[in-house]
C-alpha cells in the first residue's frame, strides 16, 4: 500500500489500512483509546487501492478501513462495528463483559450502522457531490438525519455517554456526528449533542485518531494547494 506510519511506542499489533473518512476515524479512535500499536497503511480511495487485489484478499466488499492483527496469525476482520468489536474484546475495554451492559452499547452501534452513518452519508452526497441539486433529495436525507441526532440529543439529556460507560458507541457516533456541518445539518438547538460532542473532542486519544492517515483540518487550513487536497479528501467522505 502507498503510506506506512507506524503508531505508538511498543511493535505495532495491529496493521490498519484506512483512510480519512468518518468510518476510517472509527477504527483509529478505537486504536488510540485502547492504546493498542498500530502501523497504518494509507488507501487513497481516488486512486482506487481499495480495489486492488491485494486489498480484496482481506476486504472482499473493497471498502475501508480493515485490520489484519498481527498476533492471530495475520487474521483480518472487515466492517467497522466488526473491526470496533475485535478490538474491545481484545483489549477488555470500551465494551462490558456483563450481557446487558453489552447488549446496550451494540444497540447504540448499531444506531449509528443503521442510521447517522447511511443517512449523512446519502445527505454528502445529494448536498455536495451530486451534480444535480435535487432538493427533495437533500432535504430528505438532512432532515433524518437531524431527527437521528434529536434521538441522540434525548439519550444524552440523563446520560453522559450513550450507554453508560464511555465505550465504542460514542465513538462509532462521534466520528459521523462531528461531519454534521459537511452535510449540512445543524445542531445549534441540540445542547446536549453540543455537550457530548465537546466531550469527545476533547478527549487526546479522540483528536489524535480523527488525525490518521492524514490531518484533514491541518489541510483546511493550509495553504492554497492544501485546501484543495482537503477539497479533493474530503470528497471521499462517504467511503466504507
Known amino acids: 500500500m502507498p503510506q506506512k506510519m507506524k503508531k505508538g511506542k511498543a511493535d505495532p499489533m495491529i496493521d490498519l489500512y484506512t483512510s480519512s473518512t468518518p468510518n476510517g476515524w472509527k477504527a483509529s479512535i478505537t486504536l488510540e ?13 481516488m486512486s482506487g487501492d481499495q480495489k486492488k487485489p491485494e486489498y480484496l484478499a482481506i476486504n472482499p466488499n473493497g471498502r475501508i478501513p480493515t485490520i489484519v492483527d498481527r498476533e492471530a496469525d495475520n487474521f483480518a476482520v472487515f466492517e467497522t462495528g466488526a473491526i470496533m468489536i475485535y478490538l474491545a474484546e481484545k483489549a477488555g475495554r470500551l465494551l462490558p463483559a456483563d450481557a446487558r451492559g453489552r447488549s446496550l452499547v451494540i444497540q447504540w452501534l448499531m444506531f ?27 432535504d430528505r436525507y438532512q432532515n433524518e438525519s437531524k431527527r437521528l441526532f434529536t434521538v441522540l440529543e434525548t439519550r444524552l439529556q440523563d446520560n453522559e455517554y450513550l450507554a453508560g460507560d464511555f465505550s465504542i458507541a460514542d465513538i462509532a457516533n462521534w466520528a459521523w456526528v462531528r461531519t ?20 469527545l473532542a476533547a478527549r487526546p486519544a479522540c483528536d489524535r485518531g480523527v488525525k490518521v492517515p492524514i490531518d484533514l483540518e491541518a489541510l483546511r487550513k493550509g495553504d492554497g494547494e492544501g485546501a484543495k487536497e482537503f477539497a479533493r479528501r474530503a470528497g471521499t467522505i462517504v467511503s466504507r
Open 33 to 45: 483509546e485502547l492504546d493498542i500499536p498500530y502501523e497504518v497503511h494509507a488507501i487513497d480511495l
Open 112 to 138: 449509528q450502522m443503521g442510521g447517522i452513518g447511511p443517512m449523512m452519508g446519502q445527505a454528502n452526497v445529494f448536498y455536495r457531490y451530486f451534480p444535480e441539486k435535487i432538493q427533495p433529495a437533500i
Open 180 to 199: 454534521h456541518r459537511w452535510s449540512g445539518v445543524d445542531v445549534e438547538d441540540l445542547p446536549n449533542l453540543q455537550r457530548w460532542m465537546a466531550a
